[in-house]
Structures are given as C-alpha cells and as structure tokens.
C-alpha cells in the first residue's frame, strides 16, 4: 500500500511543481473554490422574461449567487446551470443543468466487485479468480431542474429536482433528490440533516470514504441562521431501518416512529466550519419466542469540521459513532447491522456499536489544479456471543487523487485507491484501483 501511494504521490509533486511556478494572485485574496465560482458566475447565459423594466445588474447578481447557496451540496453534485431563465424583476429564476460524468478503473492485487470501493465487499478470504478487474461506467451522470425566487409570502423559495444515471446496470434514471425549501424549512426527498457533505474529502470513487454517514430522506428539516457565524437545524425524517432478523426467533417489523435528527453549527466563513449532529431513532422488531414486539432506541453523534489553514488548503474531518445507527454510515449500511441478535437470550436483538471515522486534505497548486488525500475507516463492534467470526469487523480506505479543471466546467482527474476489510475472526484482505474521471457539467 505505502509503495504505491508514495509513487502517486511522487508523480504528482513532478507533475505540478511546475505548475505551482506560476501561483495566481488572486488566491492571496481569495480561496481557489471563490476564483473558480467567480469564473463561472461569469459565463451564465441569462434570458430575461416577462414586461416591465430589467432589473439592476446587482440584482442579477443576487438572483444568480441564490443558485451556489447549499449547505448540503456533495462536491459530485452538479453546479449551477448554465443557462438560466429569469423574470425581468430578477425575483423568480430558473435553471435547467445537469453533467455528464464519466467513470473508469482498473483493479490490481486485490479487486472490489462493483463500481464504487467499498471495503466491505472485498472478498474474504482473498479469491485468486478477483484479482484484477477493469470496468467503467456513466454512473453519476445527472439531470436537475431548480426555482429560485422571491415572495412576500413565504419570502426565499427553492424547488429542486434532481436525477441521475445509477439504477440498475449504471444506466437506470432514478430520482435522487426532489425538495421544496421556503426561508427556514425543507420539505421533501433531500440529504439527511445527520450528514454533513462539505465536510467530506472529494474523490472521483462513487463511493468515498466509508466512515462518513451519508443517506437520503424523506423529511421535514428547519435550519435557522441566529448570527453569521451560528446556525441550527432539526428534523423529522422517515426511517428505513436495516435489522438482521432470522425469521425463526426474530422477526422484523415496519418502522412506526421517524428519525430525529440535529446539529448545531459555527461557521468562520462561507466555507469553514465545525458542526455537531446527534440522532434518535427507534427500531422495532418482534420477539418470535416470547410473541411479543419490542423497540429499541438507536442514537448516534457525529462531530465533523472543514478549515482552512491558509488559502490554498483545506482539511476536512468526520468522526460518528453510536447504536443502531449503521444504516446511515458508508460500508456498514450494505449490511443489516442497526439491529442484530444477542445470540445468549434467544429471541432478543441489540443495538451495537459502530465508529466511523474521514479524514482528508486538498491543496489547491493553482485555483484549477489540486489534489486531495483521504483515509477513511469504519469499525463494528459486537460483543455478544452470536458473533460471527467471518463478520465483518473493521474496513480501511485511502485515495490519492489529482483534479483539473480544464474549463469552469470541464473537469479531469485520475486517482489510486487502496481497501481493506478485516473480520473477527483476524482473516483480511485487501484490493488497489486506479480510476480516472471525465466530467462535463451544464
């Protein structure tokens, strides 16, 4: 594994050395990602609609500026639509964008049978027939549509549908968010509020680091802003619990109670921040030896943080853990871990234990060429005689990448990957990629 980072690392310092000759000097005043939406901003195509007199240039800009505010916006989202219709006031605009993204990797010394690396799925022991594997795939290819505007009503209103192309086979159309947001609430099909994606490393893998937790909900979400720098949220989201029932002592039951989730934020810039999360949840399952149903609570916290130390670098961080969480958290939500049997009281389930854990930097050579580092791991815990010793116990992921930005829109990028899983039982196995990314965004 330290062999072949440290060449990607090397062939990257040789590749952009030079590169890192000619610094920008806007990036004294302002951080790569602000250059990079300044350049954009710029080349929107507006086609004004409707009577009466065209509003300010100022007003545009506001109008414009509405469609990069998302405290929930993941780095594989698309960006804002080039081409926008807005009303001539600028108190109503509309955008259609999407990007095609195209995916490719090559396995070697260990493969991971599916698109996105997962350390969960890699085989153990290790398969001398999954050694190497080549594949691709348009998985991530999107469409979304969006409203923003302005009403005496109900004051800032967002709609936003968003789809894309990673249903059955990579190809299957299926919808990923479809939200309505006015002032403080959120109503809709949009990312858990117990998330937190600009606190995660970007990486071309579809899958990114498996200690973040990171779901799509149905909810109904508040977020309020108290001052620049502190902001709230609560929501009540609908539950899709992961229980590990055998049908013979256990038994699984449909989920009657929604999740509560919140976090409390402080924020230094628009960009920079440290937030607190906590969840509450209740899973039901029914006690097939003593005929009755049961419910236990699950809960679980999450602390996670972007910085920015100077201009052009960013470090990122996330650290969960809990009970009965593990449907939201990366590898651990393959499998049916929120509930699982005690095995020493027949009949009975628990909640275990579970820690996930990101970490990652990115440093911008120029405003359009960076690289990123990430480590993730996500660990189980099961202290209860029913364990399985070929269970999974504990996955490990690092990426290495290199990302240009060619165009304000047009993005290429090549990145090394390393897993590895370890069950209970002390067998492992691990697996390498080499992946690359083409990325057009409109």
């Keep these: 594994m ?58 545009v800009m506001r109008m414009i500026n509405m469609f990069y505010l998302d405290q929930f916006h993941h780095f594989k989202d698309p960006q804002a639509p080039y081409f926008l219709l807005m009303s001539k006031d600028a108190n109503l605009s509309m955008g259609v964008g ?11 010394d260990g493969s991971v049978p599916v698109n996105g690396f997962c350390p969960y799925l890699i085989p153990v022991p290790s398969d001398p027939a999954q050694r190497r594997r080549i594949g691709g795939t348009p998985a991530g290819t999107s469409l979304f549509f969006r409203v923003i505007g302005f009403n005496t009503v109900v004051r800032n209103f967002n709609a936003y549908i968003q789809c894309d192309f990673s249903g059955p086979d990579n190809v299957g159309f299926r919808l990923k968010k479809a939200y309505v947001t006015m002032h403080d609430w959120t109503v809709g099909y949009a990312t858990t509020t117990f998330s937190d994606p600009s606190a995660e490393t970007p990486t071309i893998d579809g899958a990114g680091p498996n200690g973040k937790a990171s779901r799509t909900s149905m909810l109904v979400r508040w977020m309020h802003s108290f001052s620049p720098r502190w902001s709230m949220a609560a929501s009540v989201e609908m539950p899709s619990s992961q229980v590990d029932a055998d049908g013979v002592e256990t038994k699984r039951l449909s989920d009657w109670m929604p999740d509560y989730v919140v976090f409390g934020q402080y924020g230094w810039s628009h960009d920079q921040h440290v937030r607190l999360s906590g969840m509450l949840r209740v899973l039901p399952y029914r006690d097939l030896v003593a005929g009755v149903n049961r ?3 699950g809960w679980g916290v999450q602390a996670s943080a972007v910085v920015r ?24 939500s393959i499998g049916n871990y929120d509930l699982v049997s005690t095995g020493d009281d027949p ?92 990325q057009f965004a409109f």
């Design 2 to 59: 330290k062999r072949y980072a440290l060449a990607v690392v090397a062939v990257c310092a040789v590749v952009l050395d030079g590169a890192a000759q000619s610094v920008d000097r806007s990036m004294r005043t302002m951080t790569p990602e602000e250059i990079s939406q300044a350049e954009m901003k710029q080349g929107h195509k507006v086609v004004f609609v409707g009577d009466g007199e065209q509003a300010s240039q100022d007003s």
């Design 98 to 108: 999407g990007a095609v993204r195209m995916r490719g990797w090559a396995d070697f």
């Design 295 to 297: 419910n236990v609570v």
């Design 309 to 332: 130390p100077v201009n052009r670098m960013a470090l990122y961080g996330i650290l969960n853990t809990g009970q009965g969480y593990c449907s939201y958290m990366g590898d651990l």
């Design 347 to 438: 009949g009975r389930m628990h909640a275990p234990m579970a820690l996930g854990a990101s970490v990652g930097m990115k440093y911008n050579f120029r405003y359009n060429l960076y690289s990123c580092v990430a480590y993730g791991q996500a660990r189980y815990y099961n202290s209860h005689s029913q364990l399985i010793p070929a269970d999974y116990k504990r996955g490990r992921y690092l990426a290495a990448n290199l990302f240009w930005e060619m165009t304000p829109r047009l993005q290429v990028g090549v990145e090394y990957l390393w897993g590895q899983r370890t069950d209970f039982d002390g067998g492992h196995n691990h697996a390498n990629r080499v992946d690359a990314l083409f």
